[in-house]
């Protein structure tokens, strides 16, 4: 007998010799199979002002530290700077799964004394990884299409004031067309209970008054066990998440937490009673499919059917074709300005950037860097670039 | 008093907290259940001569009546006097996973007298079919998911002449296998012993070697290393033998689907017999979301390239764009 290759996973099914028995039920595995050997790609990006704990939130959701050279500027260099966009990627796996996340962080935001252009390079950057993936999808060559798109945006807003702030408002409603938006509330230990769950409401509310579409988590299906159902109960009623993160690990009552450590007491941030961090990690894995999804069929289909209905006509000859996208975009390229291909190139394409060691030259106002550095063996291979638009 | 370790510090020493354990791997499970709760589509060929089992044989790859003649009225048989493509399309369901099963016959095939050209209106079908989903696919406003209807898998049923191929087989193969994922097999192969069937299917690959005719699975297609190996022990049996029966007769206390015989039932589902089971495992339980890949990613996307190149000279000449920017662009 042929020796069947372990694509069919044993003692899932009865006997296949069973009358009647095809066995095309072993499809999911066969598709399954393939996505384990491919992996996955996901893109994250991370938007809120300086000091809110961004950075260590995204290490402690990922068990990664993405951060390791990282230089605090001070204030004086902060007044020169504008918004940037730094990506980095990391490779994680577990269990066979091969995991390419993306963590887009957007140091500046907010910063400046008049806030009021900080937003224009998100959106752009956005925007441009759209056209990128529309280009490649219309291209000739698809076989690695890389998807740098955004799935998702966390969104970190201020525990320290009422609700959402006017920058908050506008910029959220200038990407909810873009992009999932996931609002979080950072630093929640400065929060007791109370105070927590009135900001929450308070913020629901006024996403609601300005008609800001945040990301809804999907209901449960009908056919999905009652514990699934439960999870997804919880958190939808926990939406804005309140986090804590942190990376150090402090023993409290015998045991190793990760935590932090005050004199009153340890803040547990695996702890569900103490923050929502868990809830916000279980939140972007179970629903890392459907945030793509949503990424793909919506923001990104608006996205292309708007770009082609600007640029794309019938033919003078009546051709019953439409003028293929490759052609439109390729008109439309020339008389756009977007950055040259090999800056792009260089910041997010993993598959071009060789295992070199190039000395980092940071220029004085922190722009036009390029360099790549990788971790010791024992961590998650990091793989990291500066672009500046 | 408190301690405080480093960053990825070692794990827990209670039971609980995992410190190093994110949890990606549930992105399986929700991939398993959108396959599942979406569904999959498999549209199957099949091409030979009237009369060498091909509706049967459907039958009994999905153990019931799929086949155009388990559908048609009509009781007789005629041979058309030109080729048709008929499609059948049925819904079928194993343990929770939905399938929609699409059955392509092709009466008329190598019937005629002069069969020059038969293969032309199965090229256009097939090429057809490309070119709907291309359309679909570059529509301004294109639906969430585009209905599948290329032809993923096309079997082509060999008489069991026992010597070598025929013109007509050659000329059809070499001129598809360009374009479809073919599968040969040798029909009726109940006629033929173990010794002449194996020098049979030796002739039969040397034919197609000597063609350059590269049926599924395609040399050049393997991924890697372990699909090279499974996929090479299958090369090494290609054509397989099949008899397909929908009867079921009782042998030693089982129930099973044969044919009976005089000089003894033939188990279709046995591999001392023939080889169906080896059709069976390949199309369905193990290659067929690879035959889909085949098909989306190489033949698809070749018919693809062609299109747009077709149409962008075109355009561009009427428009006076020079064709180098074009080409540059691409790729």
């Known amino acids: 007998m042929l020796p069947l290759p372990n694509i069919i996973s044993k003692g899932q099914f009865p006997n296949p010799e069973t009358p009647g028995y095809v066995g095309f039920a072993n499809l999911p595995n066969q598709v399954h199979r393939k996505s384990v050997k491919k992996g996955f790609e996901f893109t994250l990006m991370v938007v809120g002002e300086s000091g809110l704990g961004k950075s260590t939130l995204i290490n402690s959701l990922f068990l990664t530290d993405l951060y390791p050279e990282r230089v605090i500027p001070g204030a004086a260099e902060k007044i020169e700077r504008t918004v940037q966009i730094e990506a980095s990627t990391v490779e994680i796996e577990e269990r066979g799964v091969k995991l390419r996340l993306t963590v887009v962080d957007t140091p500046g935001y907010g910063d400046a004394i008049n806030s009021q252009d900080c937003f224009s390079t998100i959106i752009s950057y956005i925007d441009d990884q759209f056209e990128r993936y529309l280009h490649d999808e219309s291209g000739l060559n698809r076989r690695h299409i890389v998807d740098n798109r955004v799935h998702c945006c966390f969104y970190f807003i201020s525990p320290l004031g009422h609700g959402l702030k006017p920058l908050d408002v506008q910029f959220m409603k200038a990407i909810h067309n873009k992009v999932n938006v996931v609002p979080v509330i950072a630093k929640a230990d400065t929060l007791t209970l109370r105070e927590s769950e009135r900001l929450k409401r308070r913020i629901l509310d006024e996403i609601d008054e300005h008609g800001i579409k945040i990301y809804h988590l999907p209901d449960a299906e009908s056919d999905e066990d009652e514990d699934f159902k439960e999870q997804t109960r919880i958190l939808k009623a926990s939406i804005p998440f309140a986090v804590v993160g942190s990376n150090q690990q402090i023993e409290a009552k015998g045991k190793k937490v990760r935590g932090r450590l005050y004199p009153w007491g340890v803040v547990e941030v695996e702890n569900l009673e103490h923050n929502d961090f868990l809830k916000l990690r279980i939140m972007l894995i179970t629903h890392m499919q459907d945030l793509q999804e949503v990424t793909q069929d919506l923001h990104y289909e608006n996205f292309r059917s708007d770009r082609l209905k600007r640029g794309g006509r019938l033919s003078s000859h009546g051709y019953i074709l439409p003028l293929s996208p490759a052609y439109v975009l390729v008109c439309q390229l020339s008389s756009l300005h977007l950055p040259p291909p090999q800056r792009t190139n260089l910041c997010l394409d993993t598959h071009r950037v060789t295992k070199q060691h190039r000395n980092a030259t940071v220029g004085h106002n922190g722009r036009h860097i390029c360099y790549s550095s990788e971790t010791e063996p024992k961590h998650p291979e990091l793989r990291r670039w500066k672009l500046s638009y | ?331």
């Open chain 2, 1 to 331: 008093t408190a301690t405080v370790g480093g960053p990825y510090g070692e794990k827990a020493s209670g039971p609980g907290v995992d410190f190093s354990y994110v949890g990606i791997d549930a992105i399986l499970e929700q991939m398993r259940r959108k396959a599942m709760k979406q569904g999959f589509e498999l549209n199957i060929m099949v091409v030979g001569q009237s009369g060498l089992g091909k509706s049967t044989l459907m039958n009994t790859l999905f153990k019931s009546k799929v086949s155009r003649k388990s559908v048609q009225a009509t009781a007789q048989e005629k041979i058309p006097k030109t080729i048709e493509i008929k499609s059948i399309s049925h819904d079928i369901e194993e343990k929770g996973v939905r399938m929609k099963l699409t059955v392509i016959d092709t009466p008329g095939f190598g019937d005629q007298i002069n069969n020059e050209n038969c293969w032309r209106p199965i090229m256009k079908f097939i090429n057809d079919q490309y070119e709907a989903y291309l359309q679909e696919e570059i529509n301004i406003n294109r639906k969430k998911r585009i209905p599948d209807s290329r032809v993923h898998c096309c079997i082509y049923f060999i008489p069991p002449t026992g010597h070598c191929l025929r013109p007509l087989d050659v000329e059809f193969m070499r001129r598809l296998s360009k374009v479809v994922n073919i599968v040969p097999v040798i029909a009726k192969a109940d006629t033929l012993t173990l010794e002449e069937r194996d020098f049979f299917k030796k002739k039969i690959r040397e034919e197609l070697r000597a063609n350059g005719i590269d049926v599924y699975p395609q040399k050049e297609f393997d991924e890697d290393a372990e699909d090279r190996m499974i996929n090479e022990k299958i090369r090494e049996m290609i054509p397989f033998a099949v008899v397909g029966s929908d009867q079921e007769y009782q042998v030693n206390g089982r129930r099973l689907l044969g044919r009976k015989t005089k000089w003894g039932t033939i188990e279709v589902e046995n591999i001392a017999h023939c080889e169906f089971a080896y059709l069976r495992d390949l199309l369905i339980r193990t290659h067929m979301q690879n035959i889909k890949d085949i098909t989306s990613s190489i033949h698809y996307e070749m018919y693809r390239v062609r299109r747009l190149n077709e149409n962008n000279t075109v355009v561009a000449h009427a428009n006076g764009m020079p064709e180098h920017h074009l080409a540059a662009h691409e790729m």
